[in-house]
């Protein structure tokens, strides 16, 4: 199920015969939860939208709209306002045109009935079109968090992954996994997940970590594989020390990190050393590797799928997404420092940073291959028992822009285990000036002007700004917002950064952008409150992408001009910018979806929008004969999403 656009709603509801004859239609297209009240305590109200009709060249009717609470009778009658957001053309499949003016009516939901009449027609709403059009709207929105199908997903990719032979010569992989008090029963499906590895070339190195523990013991003395050794810790060194203890005895080409009480796919080697082979024919041989998870909750039932993008260095500054069933090659490890105390808890996120510092090739395997079991006291259960492990991933940041000698602020995010990373302004501060062509709101013109008084900044003529602002009279950029954008771009390796952009109405306009197949942009998360993050909160976090919004960004005036796309000269239409940064990321720049920076619309916006155009497919095929590995979806994403949903929707078939 893809986005909602006025061409799918009239394709699946196409105009009946009635509608036709008097060339008139009223239509309640779809309703949508709105940003009131507070996002965490449930909906309030919901927006619904109004699509009023006619056969051109006549003008649809204003429709009107009353609220009728239940049992209060006409004289309870209060109207509902019908906020104006679009008028549309629509050219049906005989060619015959209608225009279509769509409006969005705020219901609060304790208004179980309401009333839209234009002219002689007239649509009530009562608890059928609550369900119906609701219903729609959840099973549009809704992600692979909570798709109740998962399990079943799962388990064809597993049939999929299990029809292949595993490789049957490759590196030895060593598996560390430290254990401390671990429920026999839990250590003992630990263990059976181990030994059932399709792939045979492992060694498991067990760190005991209470050697006092009978129930442990007994578990331990069935073991009678080999490749299973137990290393006897004098006493609970902690999680640093007796990972580290565990790293010091292996002997394989590579380590994986396992928890004591955790689950594996049966094929978790093999599709690591899939990939380890691929990239050593290509003389690149990996040196970390990654993949996506899930949590297994009480009753053993999979849940709470974590797809994940590749290596994504904005998005690791604000939570170690790339977390567990981490493997590095075991030469690196002897090249960094490993952890120390004051990372408890975040020592794999650590790890992850020291292993980039590097310049090794990362891979992210994209199949579900390790099993985060929920368990009482664990943070899959309850994030806030481990508070220290929060605070150890400021630290882990703080190390890593330290080693890189990289100034910036870090500060805990509103959700569990994630961090707010951002770059001052540097001393003396770039100059920025609009791109030709594009229009400032009176609000982006003082933040322009503010910023260039505040920071000493000279007012730059066409070509002289060193900070390039493509934006449209539209969008409100207030400064605090524009000097997030001009720290993020000052970094070295950045093209671009783009704010969040959130509707009059307080909805998400802009939070992300992937590329579609056909190579036309598809804005992720689009009309979800401002206050959802989305899938993983995916809205809230800052990333590299393929694209962002041509509409409302900050680009690097110097990385325009190496890229022949100097947007001080000329103006840079929509397509002309999502050509320029396919080509940035192909030159390996990034371009940062920022949502710590938010751009406001200030005039109204179609909830529903619109096809791609014959000219946006035509650009379309033109990026993807730059990027020809877009057919195969946008590099930025992962193929686990059906690349034509903007919810993060798994993908089938």
């Given at each position: 199920?893809?986005?909602?656009?006025?061409?799918?709603?009239?394709?699946?509801?196409?105009?009946?015969?009635?509608?036709?004859?008097?060339?008139?239609?009223?239509?309640?297209?779809?309703?949508?939860?709105?940003?009131?009240?507070?996002?965490?305590?449930?909906?309030?109200?919901?927006?619904?939208?109004?699509?009023?009709?006619?056969?051109?060249?006549?003008?649809?009717?204003?429709?009107?709209?009353?609220?009728?609470?239940?049992?209060?009778?006409?004289?309870?009658?209060?109207?509902?306002?019908?906020?104006?957001?679009?008028?549309?053309?629509?050219?049906?499949?005989?060619?015959?045109?209608?225009?279509?003016?769509?409006?969005?009516?705020?219901?609060?939901?304790?208004?179980?009935?309401?009333?839209?009449?234009?002219?002689?027609?007239?649509?009530?709403?009562?608890?059928?079109?609550?369900?119906?059009?609701?219903?729609?709207?959840?099973?549009?929105?809704?992600?692979?968090?909570?798709?109740?199908?998962?399990?079943?997903?799962?388990?064809?990719?597993?049939?999929?992954?299990?029809?292949?032979?595993?490789?049957?010569?490759?590196?030895?992989?060593?598996?560390?996994?430290?254990?401390?008090?671990?429920?026999?029963?839990?250590?003992?499906?630990?263990?059976?997940?181990?030994?059932?590895?399709?792939?045979?070339?492992?060694?498991?190195?067990?760190?005991?970590?209470?050697?006092?523990?009978?129930?442990?013991?007994?578990?331990?003395?069935?073991?009678?594989?080999?490749?299973?050794?137990?290393?006897?810790?004098?006493?609970?060194?902690?999680?640093?020390?007796?990972?580290?203890?565990?790293?010091?005895?292996?002997?394989?080409?590579?380590?994986?990190?396992?928890?004591?009480?955790?689950?594996?796919?049966?094929?978790?080697?093999?599709?690591?050393?899939?990939?380890?082979?691929?990239?050593?024919?290509?003389?690149r041989a990996p040196g970390l590797l990654f993949c996506d998870e899930d949590n297994v909750d009480g009753s053993g039932r999979p849940c709470l799928p974590l797809i994940k993008p590749p290596l994504n260095a904005d998005l690791l500054l604000s939570n170690d997404y790339v977390l567990h069933w981490l493997t590095v090659r075991r030469e690196l490890l002897g090249s960094v420092a490993l952890a120390s105390p004051e990372v408890e808890g975040?020592?794999?996120?650590?790890?992850?940073?020291?292993?980039?510092?590097?310049?090794?090739?990362?891979?992210?395997?994209?199949?579900?291959?390790?099993?985060?079991?929920?368990?009482?006291?664990?943070?899959a259960g309850d994030p806030a028992s481990k508070e220290y492990a929060q605070e150890a991933g400021v630290r882990a940041i703080e190390g890593h822009l330290a080693r890189t000698g990289v100034s910036a602020e870090v500060r805990r995010g509103w959700a569990y285990f994630t961090y707010e990373t951002r770059f001052p302004v540097p001393a003396p501060a770039p100059s920025v000036g609009l791109a030709r062509g594009a229009e400032a709101s009176?609000?982006?013109?003082?933040?322009?002007?503010?910023?260039?008084?505040?920071?000493?900044?000279?007012?730059?003529?066409?070509?002289?700004?060193?900070?390039?602002?493509?934006?449209?009279?539209?969008?409100?950029?207030?400064?605090?917002?524009?000097?997030?954008?001009?720290?993020?771009?000052?970094?070295?390796?950045?093209?671009?950064?783009?704010?969040?952009?959130?509707?009059?109405?307080?909805?998400?306009?802009?939070?992300?952008?992937?590329?579609?197949?056909?190579?036309?942009?598809?804005?992720?998360?689009?009309?979800?409150?401002?206050?959802?993050?989305?899938?993983?909160?995916?809205?809230?976090?800052?990333?590299?992408?393929?694209?962002?919004?041509?509409?409302?960004?900050?680009?690097?005036?110097?990385?325009?001009?190496?890229?022949?796309?100097?947007?001080?000269?000329?103006?840079?239409?929509?397509?002309?910018?999502?050509?320029?940064?396919?080509?940035?990321?192909?030159?390996?720049?990034?371009?940062?979806?920022?949502?710590?920076?938010?751009?406001?619309?200030?005039?109204?916006?179609?909830?529903?929008?619109?096809?791609?155009?014959?000219?946006?497919?035509?650009?379309?095929?033109?990026?993807?004969?730059?990027?020809?590995?877009?057919?195969?979806?946008?590099?930025?994403?992962?193929?686990?999403?059906?690349?034509?949903?903007?919810?993060?929707?798994?993908?089938?078939?």
């Open positions: 199920m893809g986005e909602l656009t006025l061409d799918s709603y009239f394709a699946e509801h196409p105009l009946d015969a009635g509608e036709l004859r008097r060339g008139r239609a009223l239509r309640l297209a779809a309703c949508l939860r709105s940003d009131e009240g507070d996002f965490s305590a449930g909906p309030v109200s919901h927006l619904w939208v109004v699509l009023s009709c006619a056969r051109a060249p006549r003008r649809p009717h204003a429709p009107r709209c009353v609220a009728l609470p239940e049992g209060r009778g006409p004289a309870g009658a209060r109207p509902v306002r019908l906020a104006p957001l679009a008028r549309h053309e629509l050219t049906l499949a005989g060619g015959e045109r209608w225009v279509v003016e769509e409006r969005a009516a705020l219901v609060p939901d304790e208004v179980d009935r309401f009333l839209v009449v234009a002219g002689l027609l007239r649509v009530a709403a009562g608890r059928r079109a609550h369900r119906d059009l609701l219903g729609a709207y959840d099973a549009r929105i809704a992600n692979a968090s909570v798709d109740a199908d998962y399990p079943a997903w799962l388990a064809a990719r597993r049939e999929a992954l299990l029809a292949r032979p595993a490789p049957t010569e490759g590196p030895l992989m060593s598996i560390v996994t430290p254990a401390f008090r671990t429920p026999p029963r839990l250590l003992r499906e630990m263990l059976q997940g181990v030994l059932a590895q399709t792939y045979r070339r492992w060694e498991l190195v067990l760190v005991n970590a209470s050697p006092g523990d009978a129930g442990m013991r007994a578990v331990l003395d069935e073991l009678a594989d080999p490749r299973v050794r137990v290393v006897e810790a004098p006493g609970n060194l902690g999680i640093v020390g007796n990972t580290n203890l565990g790293i010091r005895a292996c002997r394989g080409d590579y380590v994986s990190f396992l928890d004591h009480d955790d689950l594996l796919e049966p094929c978790a080697l093999a599709e690591l050393v899939r990939a380890i082979r691929e990239g050593e024919k290509d003389g975040a020592q794999d996120y650590d790890l992850t940073f020291k292993i980039c510092e590097l310049g090794t090739p990362v891979v992210r395997v994209p199949q579900v291959l390790y099993h985060w079991r929920i368990t009482d006291g664990s943070s009176p609000t982006t013109a003082a933040a322009l002007k503010a910023y260039a008084q505040a920071r000493g900044t000279r007012a730059p003529g066409v070509g002289e700004a060193d900070l390039v602002l493509f934006v449209t009279r539209e969008h409100d950029l207030d400064l605090a917002s524009l000097e997030l954008l001009v720290g993020h771009v000052c970094r070295r390796g950045t093209f671009c950064a783009a704010p969040r952009v959130v509707r009059a109405d307080g909805l998400l306009d802009y939070a992300g952008m992937i590329l579609r197949p056909d190579g036309t942009p598809l804005r992720m998360l689009r009309n979800l409150p401002q206050d959802d993050g989305g899938y993983v909160g995916r809205a809230q976090r800052p990333y590299d992408a393929l694209v962002v919004n041509p509409e409302c960004f900050l680009a690097d005036g110097r990385e325009l001009a190496r890229l022949g796309l100097d947007g001080t000269a000329a103006p840079l239409a929509s397509g002309d910018a999502l050509e320029a940064f396919v080509r940035a990321h192909a030159a390996g720049l990034c371009n940062v979806y920022l949502p710590y920076a938010t751009a406001r619309l200030n005039a109204p916006r179609s909830l529903m929008g619109r096809d791609p155009s014959p000219e946006e497919l035509a650009r379309g095929e033109r990026l993807l004969a730059l990027l020809p590995e877009l057919a195969e979806g946008d590099p930025s994403h992962s193929p686990s999403f059906d690349p034509w949903s903007p919810y993060y929707r798994l993908l089938r078939g």
